[in-house]
């Protein structure tokens, strides 16, 4: 079997001038389950599918509250969140009590990308196998960011992360203009629905029990939906299944540029989205 | 003795505190609360503005009033509001009055050896609905009681309270008992007149009044629709509803 | 606010002298110079700014400070800058000691520049600066090593006006006039007159000539002031701090004063 010597740690170099360790990391961010950020002018919504471990288990948490303008949506390893998330609540009370405002969602993204660039360069250290949508609303507008286990950070007006992502990003693609020019913020959750069903695998609906909405503005404080609370919103939508699943049009996901990544597309398919359960625990399905 | 002489050798140290003045009070009626203090604050015989809140709304049913070293004061209410965060971030829910009370006892006790120079009244509801008022001293000692006045004028006006909350040196007729608990706006009208009182016989209290009424759930705002300028802090009139209402005292 | 910095941060004093029945200068003295054993915390200023004044106007607030810095009652330093200014929206003006002021300086220009370097676009208002200030300030007293200064912090950011004031103690407070030393009994009556309820009509011509008017009665009954002073203005064009610019003084009055000075008969 093919062995790599170059993935050992990740501080280490391949010839090729990649870093495994960190690549392996942000495949970590495709095992966790899709999270969808949008932003218009005065909001920012975050939507998220939840993943149970088993039937008679509770759905892993996908949306973390950090402070009443500023939230994160979540895919990969839970637990790395948590910690990202506990960091990014300590930065938020420090940004109060010593000047009296609100952490800059930009600061609050820099700050946990300085953490993870350090794990890529420190011997031993494993890189944080999560990557975060941080949402918030701060002097500057609304913002939304994608944080990656790299250490890079990039500023959005939509974005998804998580498994089959790719097809929530079409959607994003092909509504820009309308998702941007949005006044109401109902409608900027029903477009990030929209976009989250696109991401359902096959005989999976949206439902109030595997749906996370969040939203943050101008008018409105980082509130989180869930359970129950969902239901108002997904009555919103035409259709709670994807519409892959509803006219079996086939998939348009991704077209990968390299080999290595078509392989583990290509595992991630034939091992199917039912039954790959060894290393669940580890991520937040 | 300070004569400016140079007859006896002294060693001055820097004093760490100050008095800001100022007076704050609290009542706890049946099913609601009221935390009232002044807003001078004065250093000496200066008014240093006339216009420096000491009662702060911490929950949807708890407020704090903090009297004593301004400086200090507003240093742990901002350490009070950021543990009540942690809180919520944990729990996802508003932290209960008695465990805010017991919070507030052990942030003050661990600074036992350089005290917070500052008197502490909470008001606000219980879990049961009932209206309560917590006073500490600087290091953390409290109790539970019905009212209570502290700062400048507390020597002023707890005798007041006294009489008027709890009927001390009254006899009441034969036949009449009394009430354990007064209702809204007779409190108001008490802790009113406690603060023009004492503003007229001391130099430290003055220029504003403001006054937290804290409501339990399900109570109706009856009492309280008769006062003029009445202001609500709370979005969600289901649950406790705060409101603040404010007033002039007597700016000199 | 008492006039003289020595005596900040100390105990009132009431059980002897409720009633302030011993003159203001006649303050008990330490009986040592300060350097006389190794000395650690700073637990008296050295070389002192007097008053600081500000008021609200209009456009915006205006701060006034003369640019003496006295060595007991030597008049040490006359052209010392007692205005700052911190970013481009806020103004700090100092009295106490100077070189914990100037340490002061040195701390929030770092500040500005590591701000700037985020490159986030955001800037430090005075709000900011007035919440870290007192931050630093309170963190020093509770170190029992403080920073023997009391601070005004002005300026105007989003067309929001701010005046406030910081200390030793990290005692603060907001107010539409604020005066720091000698001036919070002098000036600040005067201002309070001038100012109070005209905050949204006094022009910066009448503004400017309040505040001149108060530098004069304090230089004329401050003996630790100058005639020398500066005004900083922060309006919604940034900060300005002026040349240092002399009072007009007439001490003719002087002559026809009996019982002290050079008067023969």
Do not use: C
């Given at each position: 079997?093919?062995r ?7 501080v280490t ?5 990649r870093?495994?360790q ?13 999270a ?9 919504v975050l939507v998220?599918?939840k993943?149970n471990?088993?039937?008679?288990g509770s759905?892993q ?19 790395d969140?948590r ?6 609540r300590?930065?938020?009370?420090n ?6 405002r ?5 600061k ?12 890529t360069?420190?011997?031993?250290s494993?890189?944080y196998g ?7 609303y701060?002097?500057s507008?609304?913002?939304?960011y994608?944080f ?7 500023e959005?007006f939509g974005?998804?992360i998580?498994?089959r ?9 092909r ?5 941007r ?7 900027l959750i029903?477009?990030?629905?929209n976009?989250?069903?696109?991401t359902?695998?096959?005989?999976v609906e ?7 909405v969040?939203i ?6 980082y ?7 969902v239901?108002?919103?997904?009555d ?8 892959r699943n509803r006219?079996d ?5 991704e ?8 392989n ?7 091992g ?14 | 003795m ?6 006896h050798p002294q ?19 049946a099913?609601?609360s ?27 049913r708890a ?15 901002k350490k009070?509001?950021q ?9 996802a829910?508003d ?22 120079y500052v008197y ?6 219980e879990?049961?609905?009932s209206?309560?008022?917590y006073?500490f001293?600087?290091?953390g000692?409290y109790?539970?009681e019905a009212c ?9 006006v ?8 709890y ?8 036949g ?8 809204l ?5 008490i802790?009113?007149?406690?603060f023009?009182?004492?503003?007229e016989r001391h130099?430290e ?6 006054m937290y009424?804290?409501?339990?759930k399900?109570?109706s705002?009856q009492?309280l629709?008769?006062?003029r300028?009445v ?21 000199d | 606010m ?23 200068h006649?303050?008990p003295?330490p009986?040592?110079d300060?350097?006389?054993d190794?000395v650690?915390?700073t637990?008296q ?11 609200v106007?209009k ?8 640019t003496?810095?006295?060595?007991g009652?030597?008049?040490?330093f006359?052209?010392?800058?007692r205005l700052?200014?911190?970013g481009?929206s806020?103004?700090?003006g100092?009295?106490?000691?100077m070189s ?8 929030l ?16 208002g005075p ?9 630093v300030?309170?963190g020093?007293?509770s ?5 023997w200064n009391s601070?005004?912090?002005?300026g ?8 406030a004031?910081?200390d ?15 001036g919070?009994?002098i000036?600040?009556p005067?201002l309070?007159?001038?100012v ?6 006094l022009?910066e ?9 108060s530098?004069?009665?304090l ?7 100058l ?7 922060v309006n ?9 610019q002399?009072?007009?003084t007439s001490?003719?009055?002087a002559?026809?004063i ?8």
């Open positions: 079997m093919f790599n010597n170059y993935d050992n740690d990740s170099y391949s010839p090729t001038g870093l495994f960190v690549e392996y990391a942000l495949e970590a961010i495709k095992q966790g389950s899709a969808v950020g949008l932003v218009s002018k005065k909001d920012v998220a599918l993943r471990a088993e039937e008679l759905y948490k996908k949306l973390i509250k950090v402070d009443d303008h500023m939230g994160i949506a979540l895919a990969g390893l839970a637990p969140a910690v990202l998330s506990n960091f990014l300590k930065q938020a009370m940004s109060k009590m010593i000047f009296n609100p952490l800059l969602t930009s609050a993204v820099y700050s946990i990308a300085d953490k993870a660039q350090e794990n360069q420190s011997y031993g494993r890189p999560v990557g975060l949508l941080v949402a918030g701060d002097e507008g609304a913002h939304l994608e990656q286990p790299s250490g890079s950070v990039l959005y974005a998804a998580g498994a992502s790719q097809a929530a990003r079409t959607y994003l693609e509504n820009l203009e309308t998702i020019e949005t006044e109401s913020p109902e409608e029903v477009h990030g629905l976009a989250l069903r696109d359902l695998p096959q005989d949206l439902t109030y029990r595997n749906t996370s969040s943050v503005g101008k008018e409105t404080k509130t989180i939906y869930d359970d129950e609370d239901q108002q919103w997904l919103k939508l035409d259709s709670v299944s994807n519409a006219d049009d086939d998939d348009d996901d077209n990968a540029d390299n080999e290595q990544q078509d583990q597309q290509d595992q991630q398919q034939e199917g989205d039912s039954n790959n359960n060894e290393d669940r625990m580890e991520t937040d399905e | 300070p004569d400016g002489s140079f007859a060693q001055r140290q820097f004093n760490p505190y100050s008095e800001n003045g100022g007076t704050i009070l609290a009542i706890a009626g099913d609601f009221v935390i009232a203090g002044d807003t001078r604050q004065s250093e000496g015989y200066s008014i240093q503005t006339r216009y420096a809140p000491k009662v702060f709304r911490l929950t949807d407020v704090l009033a903090v009297n004593g070293f301004a400086a200090d004061g507003n240093v742990f209410v009070v509001k543990r009540l965060e942690w809180y919520r971030h944990a729990h829910k932290m209960p009055l008695r465990a805010i009370a017991r919070m507030i006892q052990t942030m003050l006790y661990a600074q036992r050896f350089f005290p917070y502490n009244i909470l008001g606000g509801i879990e049961d609905g209206g309560a008022v006073s001293d600087p290091v000692s109790e539970r209570r006045a502290a700062g400048a004028a507390q020597s002023l707890q005798p007041f309270l006294d009489n008027q909350i009927f001390k040196n009254q006899q009441s007729l034969p009449q008992s009394r009430p354990l608990h007064l209702p706006p007779e409190v108001l009208s802790v009113i007149d406690s023009t009182s004492a503003t130099i209290v003055g220029d504003g009044l403001e009424v804290v409501l339990a399900g109570r705002i009492g629709e008769s006062f300028g202001q609500e802090l709370t979005p969600n009139p289901d649950g406790d509803r705060v409101f603040v209402i404010r007033r002039e005292l007597k700016k | 008492d006039h003289f910095p020595t005596s900040w941060g100390r105990q009132r004093n009431d059980a002897y002298d409720a009633y302030n029945t011993y003159p203001l006649q303050r003295n009986g040592h300060a350097f006389a190794s650690q915390h637990q200023p050295i070389v002192t700014g007097t008053s600081v004044l500000a008021i106007y456009d915006g607030i205006m701060m006034a400070a003369d003496l810095a006295s060595y009652s030597l008049a040490r006359k052209s010392i800058q700052h200014s911190v481009t806020t103004v700090i100092a009295s106490g000691d914990d002021f100037q340490y002061l300086q040195s701390i220009d770092e500040l500005i520049i590591s701000e700037f370097t985020e490159g986030d676009k955001h800037e430090l709000e900011e600066i007035h919440e870290y200030l007192s931050r300030m309170y020093r007293r170190k029992m090593n403080p920073l601070l005004l912090v002005g105007k950011k989003d067309g929001k006006r701010f005046l004031y910081v030793l103690l990290g005692t603060t407070y907001t107010a539409s006039t604020l005066a720091t030393g000698y919070a009994y000036a600040l005067l309070r007159t001038a109070e309820g005209r905050e949204n009509d022009t011509e009448e503004a400017r000539k309040i505040l001149e008017e530098m004069r009665v230089y004329y009954r401050d003996a630790r002031s005639d020398k002073y500066q005004i900083a203005i919604d064009e940034g900060v300005t701090i002026s040349e240092p002399k009072l007009v001490w003719g009055f002559e026809g009996r019982g002290y000075g050079a008067q023969t008969q």
